[in-house]
Structures are given as C-alpha cells and as structure tokens.
C-alpha cells in the first residue's frame, strides 16, 4: 500500500502535496516498454529538481488487456473509482478490444470521467527530423473536444432490424430522401452540443489568454454539416464574444464591420486588437486546414475542434515535428479537476516488447502532468535533457531512421541517456 497523499481542488485550484499518489495505467502493446523508461526518468527528473523533497507515489490502476488477464473487466470500476478519488493519472496506450460492448477503452475512459478537453500540444524540439522545411514553425496547442462527435458511438449496423428502423425513421419521418442505398447502409449519427462546444472553446481561450497566445483557430467543416460542425463555429463565436469581450476580437466580428464599414475598416479593427493584445478567434474549414497547417504553420496556434478532426490532426501536425513518437497529450476536465495524461500514438503491436520504440510522447506527457501540478522545475529538467538528448543524436529507431550519423539505442537506453542528460 502506498503512503502518498491525495491530490484535491479547491475551487479549481489544485492543492499538491510533496508525495502525491498518482494511479498510472501501464498500457497494452509497446505501453509496458514506454511507461517503464518514463517511470524512471519522471522519477529522476523529480529527484533532481527537488533533492529528495518531493517524489510521487505511484499506483498501478488495471485497464486493458491486463485488467481482463487479472479481472475478467477490461475497464474495471475500481480502476475508475481511482482516478476519481486521485483526480490526477497518467496511462499508456489501450488496445480496444476485439468484439465485447466497449468500442475504444481510451474514450470510455474520457466519456466515462467526462473528460471532455484533449489537449495537445504540438512543437518543434531542435535536431529532431522531420519531412517538412521550417518544423521549428510549427507551434500550436490542439483542444480537441473529447466527449462527443461521432464518439459518441451512435451507431447501426448494415442488416440489423435496429437499422432498419433508423433508416424507416429517416425516410418515413423525417423525408430524408438522400439516402442512396438504404437496404445496405449502415448508419453512424453524430452529436455535437451547445454544452459542449462552448466548455471546449472557453478552455481553449482561457489557455489563450493564460499563456500569451495570439490566435484560437475553430476548425469545423460546417458548409457540410451545418448543424453539428458549423454550430459548433457558431457557438464558438457567440461564446467568444460574449464570455471574453474586449479580450478577444472574432472574425464574426470583423465581418460585421465589412458589411458595415467595408474591408478595409474590417482589416485595420483587427490590426488594431492584434496590436492591443487581444486573441483573435477565427475559423477554418478542415481540409483547408490540413493544407495551412504544412504550408504556413504560424497562421495557426491555439486550435479548437471537435473529436474527429481533433484526431486527425493531432497525428498530421505530429508528423510535422518529428511524428507520433514525440506527441503528448492530456485529457482535462478543466471543472473537477480530473485529467489523465496519455501519449498521442496507440500501441504500435508490432513492436510491442521489443523494447524498440521512442518513449518520449509518453515522458513529454509525464512533462505535462508535473506542470499541471505546479513541478515547474521537474518539467523543465526533462525538457533540457530531451534537446540534449536529442542533440547528440543518440535516439530510437523513429528517429535514427531520418537522421545522418545518430546512434539509435532501445527504449530503456534512450530513457537512462535523458536522466544522464538531466
Ligand atoms: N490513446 C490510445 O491509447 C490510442 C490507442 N490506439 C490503438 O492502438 C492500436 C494500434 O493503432 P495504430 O493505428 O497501429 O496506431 P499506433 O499509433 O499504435 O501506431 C502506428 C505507427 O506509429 C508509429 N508509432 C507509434 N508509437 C510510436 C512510438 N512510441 N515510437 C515510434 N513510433 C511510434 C509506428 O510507426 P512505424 O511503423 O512507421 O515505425 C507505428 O507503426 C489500435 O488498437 C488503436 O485503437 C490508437 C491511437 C491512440
Ligand atoms: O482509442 C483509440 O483506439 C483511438 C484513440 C485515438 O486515436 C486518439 O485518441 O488519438
Ligand atoms: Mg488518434
């Protein structure tokens, strides 16, 4: 039995003691192999930075296939009991299981604990390689709404009698007459609510606004589903101007000036905000995001999206800095105060055990949680020692693999050469 203390809040203020239990989930595939290496660096980093003062007191929580080897429950409700008496935890990739109720373990553990930001934050460590030119360019902080969207798992099988009635609803009630092949679709419905767009925006803005941030992107494709993903750009602005006044500027503001005042009022309002510090919201549509992002990566910085295209841009933007062997990530909810801490990448099966692949997306979100607990000084040491790291070129395969002249090492090594570097 551990003899940690517990982390709390106090209105939405988190208190830390000096040897806070934080349950970990050791994750499914490569997830053994990356979370040993990060234990012991987050381990040493801690260590280092407080001489012995603080140190964290880990607790193994079962999901996954090690849970049902052990339990016979792939998510047991002791494990998410835990986290909600812990508040604060950190995991390693889960494999979802083949068959069963449960679609993914990673979503019902962020649908479960209502843990509805995934942030991500995306930049550009010196020395690592990547396919484009300038990747130091690339500096954005993904919120990615995590509790519904097509998530939300709403869906009917081809064949099914459950089907058939949806699609009858469909057409007989609703007069939806676009469905083009209705004996042999499945149907996948999609909510996105007012809720919850306007809790993803606000945090996005209040990090904005926290951080000194210049611009939060609302990434939809509303012109095609103009009730889900363009409400969501709607409710975003709406909420923007309403919740944030003259901190922030909108682009449905600088419309109305156009149609006003004509554009070139429109554009000197907004050079003006800019020049006054205030955040200025605007929106793109998805897939000419995906081309901004590579072609001018400043344009963008704090990014606010619902979950599917949360999830396909966390890996493409990941791959302009490196790939998702360095991508960390967070799952918050920013109002109890509950957060799970998870790497970007699954659990690459085919190196699982191998000891082979780079386990810095799991040690960045280890970097991720001692900030969130206030360990400043922990999260800088580990940052230092990855540039160093990194710098002398000694890495995993990911890495060694685009790099002139590196020294690839195995999962372990690359941990004990960043406590080394610390
Ligand atoms: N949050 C989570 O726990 C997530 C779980 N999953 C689950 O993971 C399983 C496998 O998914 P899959 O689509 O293969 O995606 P993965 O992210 O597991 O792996 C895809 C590829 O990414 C690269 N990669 C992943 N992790 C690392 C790492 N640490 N270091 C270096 N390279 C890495 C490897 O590329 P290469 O082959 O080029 O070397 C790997 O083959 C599925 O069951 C999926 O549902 C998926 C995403 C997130
Ligand atoms: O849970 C899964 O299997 C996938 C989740 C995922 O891809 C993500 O969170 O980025
Ligand atoms: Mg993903």
């Known amino acids: 039995m551990s003899n940690g203390e517990k982390i709390t809040t106090n209105n939405g203020v988190l208190n830390v003691p000096n040897n806070p239990v934080i349950p970990f989930i050791e994750g499914d595939g490569i997830g053994p192999d990356i979370w040993a290496a990060a234990q012991k660096v987050l381990d040493a980093a801690v260590e280092k930075a407080y001489n012995g003062e603080k140190k964290i007191e880990w607790k193994e929580i079962l999901v996954?296939?090690?849970?049902?080897?052990?339990?016979?429950?792939?998510?047991?409700?002791?494990?998410?009991?835990?986290?909600?008496?812990?508040?604060?935890?950190?995991?390693?990739?889960?494999?979802?299981?083949?068959?069963?109720?449960?679609?993914?373990?990673?979503?019902?553990?962020?649908?479960?604990?209502?843990?509805?930001?995934?942030?991500?934050?995306?930049?550009?460590?010196?020395?690592?390689?990547?396919?484009?030119?300038?990747?130091?360019?690339?500096?954005?902080v993904i919120f990615r709404e995590n509790t519904e969207d097509i998530y939300a798992g709403i869906e009917f099988k081809e064949g099914t009698d459950d089907v058939k009635k949806v699609v009858d609803f469909l057409i007989n009630e609703m007069g939806s007459n676009n469905i083009r092949f209705p004996e042999t679709s499945g149907i996948g419905i999609k909510p996105v609510s007012k809720e919850g767009t306007e809790r993803i925006v606000r945090s996005a803005i209040n990090y904005a606004l926290q951080e000194g941030r210049k611009s939060v992107t609302l990434v939809h494709k509303g012109n095609i589903m103009k009730f889900t993903e363009g409400a969501f750009k709607n409710w975003g602005y709406e909420l923007a101007e309403r919740e944030f006044g003259d901190k922030v500027f909108t682009w449905a503001q600088y419309d109305e000036i156009v149609e006003r005042e004509g554009k070139e009022a429109a554009n000197n309002a907004q050079d003006e905000a800019e020049k006054a510090g205030k955040i200025i919201i605007k929106d793109s549509i998805a897939d000419i995001f995906l081309q901004q992002i590579l072609t001018r990566p400043k344009d963008h910085d704090v990014v606010a999206t619902m979950n599917l295209n949360g999830d396909y841009i966390s890996d493409a933007l990941a791959a302009q800095v490196g790939g998702i062997g360095i991508a960390p990530g967070a799952n918050i909810n920013y109002d109890t105060g509950h957060a799970i801490f998870e790497a970007t990448h699954g659990t690459a099966p085919k190196y699982a055990g191998l000891n082979k692949v780079n386990p810095s997306s799991v040690i960045l979100s280890g970097e991720l949680l001692l900030r969130h607990l206030g360990w400043t000084e922990a999260a800088e040491l580990i940052l230092s020692a990855m540039d160093k790291t990194i710098e002398s070129k000694v890495v995993t395969y990911d890495f060694a693999r685009l790099m002139d002249g590196a020294k690839e090492v195995k999962t372990s090594e690359f941990g004990e050469e960043l406590i080394k570097n610390m």
């Open 64 to 140: 996954g296939e090690k849970a049902y080897n052990n339990t016979g429950e792939w998510l047991p409700e002791e494990s998410l009991d835990a986290i909600r008496e812990y508040l604060i935890a950190i995991k390693g990739p889960l494999t979802t299981p083949i068959g069963g109720g449960i679609r993914s373990l990673n979503v019902a553990l962020r649908q479960k604990l209502d843990l509805y930001t995934c942030l991500r934050p995306v930049r550009h460590f010196t020395n690592v390689p990547s396919p484009v030119k300038r990747p130091e360019e690339v500096d954005m």
